[in-house]
């Protein structure tokens, strides 16, 4: 895929959840595209859609109506199994609260994605060890979460998110629970993904600064795409 | 294997619960064991009979006696390859706590129809020419500390008296499951005392034991024998020993009943605090479950962690139970001294305690297994904090 097509097409996506028997639209027909190798930021208030357009993407949750391709494959239509699949091999999870699974070490947390896939033991121990020097955490690699700050819980989850080579990255809140200095750290490693590794990066935070790491951000409010700002 | 890592890793992470499940587990399938095994110990008379021995008595109850002078008529019937008869006692020992049965027995006859008591031939000559002379199972001889040469002395109750016998001999039990709690003396010795005390009630007999060729012809004979003595002074009642042991058990059925029950209560409770136990976690760990299932898990993997957690839990207690149930029954059975003739743990028992704990860990993992694998992954992020 060259990087002028773009890698997520969104046309006429519509999303409302039930609450107690009443339908609460939360994404009302929009439609979008996100080119490959793009770092956007998806910015707006809390409660306007922001995780639910990010879960639509991701394939972790389904649309109302409209079409929804990524990298390819028009998701919307995939079932469940295919789904599992097709995340596994297309998209890498970053989470606000990290996700980490808190009896694996870092590096067994790291190591999860790929046990997905046929590599044999000694490459993924390569790739996982490759992975822990990248985010700068080979000497913590025994290190269960429980021992480890926040800001290298997300290094590990980070890490978790690009073994398996996969063209998306997803984030919601990244740096939501993080001190400024570890939010900046997360942020440039981000950034060098991008720049350096291709990945196309879609991040959804409300914090301004944060957003500036991307090179695009787009607004949405009350379920609807407003202004497009970029730099 | 990450599989295997992460469902004992995940027992281990709440070690108080985790702990107090098994120990709970530990009870219930150490007390599902000690009930199924007195169960057992209730039918191990009639487990033991032979399907080539029948037992006659007289037709009205057991506690009405035979004539002496029947065995000569019986034995003559053909497929009969042998007869003896034995004389319910009723004796105590010091005390009416002390219970084994007594039987006044036909020395010479009487032990070729019980193979499986197995005597010294010395001591069984010794016995049979001491008419005070006594054969007890090796149980009852290490309950009450009882060696050969020692005297025993018994009260009667259906016969009255003070009565002593001299130990001539100790038979030990050919297989695990023959009673040795018993206790055989000379029933001549018993009728010829009868003869100067009261005469009225000499030359009669409890049961008659009888031997047949072919346990096909079980049914056959038992009507000839009964009808032989129809409409004589008394009438009498045969069918199997198997089937004469289990008239015993059937009087006391309904207690039977009821420990089986209980056995199952016992199960049915530790599986629902199991089952609350693995909701618990399956609820506590809801988003790490939706986090597999977002990196591409499938609901097989996060209901197999699951079910691994539980099954592990049970089998823990399950298999540390088990092994309880042996001293604990070995312990059990020497409280209880001759009152169980036999009380030993079955491999049926271990069984059926392997299948009690297997199902308990199977069944608690359900309900939860089924909605982990269900829920929706966005629903289950949500649930993070
Ligand atoms: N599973 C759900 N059930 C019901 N309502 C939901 C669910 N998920 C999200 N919502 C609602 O949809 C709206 C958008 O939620 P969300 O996408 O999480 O917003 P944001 O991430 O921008 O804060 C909110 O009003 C939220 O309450
Ligand atoms: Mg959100």
Known sequence: MDALSPIVEIRHLTKSYRRGGQVVPVLTNISFDIRTGEFIALMGPSGSGKSTLLNLIAGIDKPDSGSLRVNGTDIATLSERELADWRAANVGFIFQFYNLMPVLTAFENIELPLLLTRLPRTQRRERVELALSMVGLTDRMEHYPSELSGGQQQRVAIARAFITDPVLLVADEPTGDLDRA?????????????????????????????????????????????????? | MHFLKLILRNTLRHKLRTGLTVLGLVVAILAFGLLRTVVDAWYAGAEGASSTRLVTRNSISLVFPLPINYQERIRRISGVTGISHASWFGGVYVTEKNFFPQFAIDPKTYFELYPEYLIPPGDMKAFRTDRKGCVIGRKLATTYG?????????????????????VRAIYDGAEAGTDTSQFFFHWDYLNETMKKAAARRTDWVGVYVIQIADPDRAAEISTEVDAMFRNSLAETLTETEKAFQLGFVSMTEAIVVAIRIVSFVVIFIILAVMANTMAMTARERISEYATLKALGFGPRFLTGLIYGESIVISLAGGLIGIALTFPVADRFSKQMGTLFPVFGVSLDTVYMQIAAATAVGLAAAALPATRVARVSIVEGLRSIG
């Open chain 1, 182 to 231: 570890s939010a900046d750290d997360i942020l440039a490693m981000l950034g060098r993904l991008n720049s350096e590794m291709g990945k196309t990066i879609i991040m959804v935070t409300h914090d301004p600064h944060a957003a500036r790491s991307a090179h695009l951000i787009r607004h949405l409010d009350k379920g609807e795409l407003d202004v497009t700002l970029e730099h």
């Open chain 2, 146 to 166: 009882f060696k050969v040469g020692d005297t025993i002395p018994l009260r009667g109750t259906i016969y009255p008296g003070a009565w002593s016998f001299t």
